[in-house]
């Protein structure tokens, strides 16, 4: 069965560093990979997904992940945080070969310190 | 272009009320979708429309129904309110059957049930 896994309910960052959001995923086939974002009070937005070629996905606000198929990874990065980034994160996984829908993760809650 | 929208926000329910929660979009999309939010637990799919006159069951569909009113509606009903549903309510939509497209979401529904 496909799954999803973000090892942190939370992270913590300083204002100006760069942030990473890890994820792992597992499939029997090839995955499509998806990150999105919860401000409070609202639905998730898209904010990049993977699904073939280069493996490194850029996407909204200055978001960026890296798919890692060795490691089966998909973690989401960018290269300075914002306090304006402080969200709920979620990444989802689809099996290309299977006929299951999206899987999400737990979320992680990012938040940026000034 | 308002997106994908819900109705009501907000809903307080007694233990054996029911209700209907109202969705719409208006991006022309095939399929679209009900989650349920709970907290440390991700999203989780309750049904699912792949398209106008079929519905399936998710991940967690007891205790709830819907209808596919037209291309443009999908709502969800609970028959019989139980404590154990009180959650924040999603719906979402995308293109196609959602193989590698993004979702769009709602602002969600918070529903107690007491």
């Known amino acids: 069965a496909q799954s999803v896994a973000q090892p942190e309910d939370q992270v913590n960052v300083a204002e100006g560093n760069p942030l990473t959001v890890k994820c792992t995923y597992s499939?029997?086939?090839?995955?499509?990979l998806f990150w999105y974002v919860q401000y409070p009070n609202r639905g998730l937005q898209f904010l990049l997904k993977?699904?073939?070629?280069?493996?490194l996905v850029k996407g909204s606000y200055g978001f960026e992940a890296e798919f890692n198929k060795s490691q089966t990874s998909f973690h989401l990065k960018k290269p300075s945080a914002l306090v304006s980034d402080s969200a709920l994160y979620f990444c989802?996984?689809?099996?290309?070969?299977?006929?299951?829908?999206?899987?999400f993760g737990k979320g992680t809650r990012l938040h940026i310190l000034p | 272009n308002a997106g994908v929208t819900q109705t009501p926000k907000f809903q307080v329910l007694k233990t054996g009320q029911s209700m209907t929660l109202q969705c719409a979009q208006d991006?022309?999309?095939?399929?679209m979708y009900w989650y349920r939010q709970d907290p440390g637990m991700g999203l989780r799919l309750i049904y699912y429309?792949?398209?106008?006159?079929?519905?399936d069951k998710g991940e967690v569909p007891n205790g709830y129904n819907v209808s596919r009113l037209n291309k443009r509606e999908f709502s969800l009903r609970l028959e019989s309110a139980a404590p154990s549903q009180t959650s924040v309510y999603f719906c979402?939509?995308?293109?196609?059957?959602?193989?590698?497209?993004?979702?769009?979401f709602g602002p969600g529904t918070r529903l107690t049930v007491l």
């Open positions: 979402a939509s995308t293109i196609n059957g959602g193989d590698y497209n993004e979702q769009f």
């Open positions: 499939v029997s086939g090839n995955p499509y």
């Open positions: 993977y699904i073939t070629g280069d493996n």
């Open positions: 989802a996984v689809r099996d290309m070969r299977r006929d299951d829908k999206i899987i």
């Open positions: 991006m022309n999309h095939n399929s």
């Open positions: 429309s792949a398209s106008e006159g079929t519905t």
